[in-house]
């Protein structure tokens, strides 16, 4: 994995669980394209989709 998607993807977590934003402005905010695209590349590197992970580390 490239630094730049290592970084892309390290802000992404945090915005999901630190925000209430909707997945696809995630994607948008972090330059990681379609939502589907989005969560193909998280899930292939957190082993969950965007949202299971936000849902597992809400409190």
Known sequence: MT???RLRLESARD???GTALP???IARRCGLG???SF???FARHQGQAPAA???ARQG
């Open 23 to 25: 997945i696809k402005e």
């Open 53 to 55: 992970f936000r849902r």
């Open 39 to 41: 969560s193909r590349l």
């Open 15 to 17: 915005l999901l669980v």
């Open 34 to 36: 379609t939502v589907q």
């Open 3 to 5: 630094e730049v998607r």
